[in-house]
């Protein structure tokens, strides 16, 4: 059966592969944009994705070096007419996260 | 802050518009549909003449800010949270430029190319590239970007009523 969703799986298939991630969270925010003047005529529901990625991949790499990681893991699906066309990203080590869940444990 | 309203206004100047079209050698834009278009622009290298263009708006102003409508009226959600951060940074509306890519296809393909980052907005701060809207609301967060701007002495400083009140030195 054709996938619903073959943009969602090309990202997950090709950052598995490649960053092997701790933690992979995709989020099709698609249906939040659908009314952008730059989405008429785009029939595409996955257009615009928000992806939480924890990887040691990215350890001693500033963030635009991650992002252009990423960018670069996914580049056919960002330079395809009606492919991704917005990406939001929050890219961290293991490390990272680990400090991240402490501080916001503390917040509570 | 009374302040920060005025500059935030002031912020809200219109975007810069950068004329790249005449210059550069493109694909025939007669005949092919979108699709052509798109695929022509992506593999085209970026010609000297559009480097050189970039060049010079990334060097227009300590902050450059490279976004898809205009400071006042964004076109994009990226591209307002970015301009909303950098008014609430305080930058100097003085050291700061933004270029509308909806305005231009050449610099919209180009800058992508030129900085080695295929979304927009893009920001850049004396000539070095910063990043997107993630980077720029996560710096803003941190506290990383404040201290950018302020090494960079690009916000605006106290006005100079304050100064006054303050002893009003002259030099």
């Known amino acids: 059966m054709t996938s619903q969703t073959p943009i969602e799986d090309s990202i997950r298939e090709k950052l598995t592969t490649a960053l092997q991630p701790t933690t992979l969270e995709i989020y099709n925010d698609s249906h939040l944009h659908a009314h952008h003047q730059a989405m008429q005529g785009v029939t595409s529901k996955e257009t615009h994705f928000r992806l939480v990625i924890t990887s040691e991949a990215f350890q001693s790499k500033m963030q635009p070096a991650r992002h252009r990681l990423v960018y670069s893991l996914l580049k056919d699906e960002l330079a395809r007419e009606g492919g991704i066309h917005a990406l939001q990203l929050r890219t961290m080590t293991p490390q990272e996260e680990e400090q991240r869940r402490a501080q916001e444990a503390g917040a509570e | ?171």
């Open chain 2, 1 to 171: 802050m009374f302040s920060r309203t005025i500059l935030s206004r002031q912020l809200r100047q219109p975007a810069t518009t950068l004329l790249l079209r005449s210059t550069t050698t493109t694909a025939p834009a007669s005949s092919s549909g979108s699709f052509l278009l798109s695929l022509a622009a992506q593999r085209r290298l970026l010609s000297d003449a559009t480097r050189k263009a970039i060049d010079k708006a990334v060097s227009s102003a300590p902050v450059v800010l490279f976004m898809k409508g205009t400071p006042e009226t964004p076109q994009c959600g990226f591209s307002r949270a970015s301009i909303q951060v950098l008014g609430l940074q305080g930058v100097d509306p003085n050291k700061f430029a933004a270029f509308n890519v909806l305005e231009d296809d050449e610099l919209r393909q180009g800058i992508k190319e030129y900085s080695d980052w295929p979304t927009i907005p893009q920001l850049y701060v004396d000539k070095e590239f910063i990043g997107g809207c993630d980077i720029i609301v996560s710096m803003h967060q941190s506290g990383e970007l404040a201290k950018l701007l302020e090494e960079k002495k690009v916000l605006a400083t106290e006005s100079e009523a304050e100064t006054e009140a303050q002893g009003g030195k002259k030099e």
